[in-house]
């Protein structure tokens, strides 16, 4: 069953992504999430390289991942070294069933389209100002 899972997770999270390695994931924004999975006890922990000219570039980020009978959930937390003396938020939520997600804020979900899961490196023009990372 683990086995099924391990393959199922890694097809569903792009190729090239192996247990125990780092895994990228780029959000709407050019926000990339770089991470862990760890299977042993289903959780994921890495860093954000934020692209949304907030002060501190890299953020602390851990999360989770579950399958749903909806398909693969994934939560992941990122939380601003700065706290709240910067223009961005000190921490949000990205989460979802693959590859879709939503933005999570400590006031709720945000008025933000839900978004889906891009490989890291790809383009993006809109830096979000007001959206995303940043308040």
């Known amino acids: 069953m683990q086995?099924?899972?391990s393959l199922v997770f890694c097809v569903a999270m792009g190729s090239g992504i192996v247990y125990g390695q780092t895994a990228c994931l780029q959000d709407q924004y050019g926000n990339q999430y770089d991470f862990t999975?760890?299977?042993t006890h289903g959780y994921l922990y890495?860093?954000?390289s934020n692209a949304q000219s907030c002060p501190a570039s890299t953020w602390s980020l851990t999360g989770s991942y579950v399958q749903t009978t909806s398909g693969l959930g994934i939560e992941l937390?990122?939380?601003?070294?700065n706290g709240t003396s910067d223009p961005c938020f000190p921490?949000?939520?990205l989460k979802g069933i693959w590859?879709?997600?939503?933005w999570y804020y400590a006031?709720?979900?945000s008025t933000i389209p839900q978004a889906r899961?891009?490989?890291c490196g790809t383009p993006t023009s809109d830096k979000a100002t007001g959206k995303g990372a940043r308040k």
């Open 46 to 48: 890495g860093t954000v």
């Open 99 to 102: 590859p879709n997600f939503d």
């Open 117 to 119: 899961w891009v490989a």
């Open 3 to 5: 086995t099924l899972f």
């Open 37 to 39: 999975i760890d299977t």
């Open 77 to 81: 937390t990122a939380a601003n070294p």
């Open 91 to 93: 921490i949000y939520t």
């Open 107 to 109: 006031f709720g979900i």
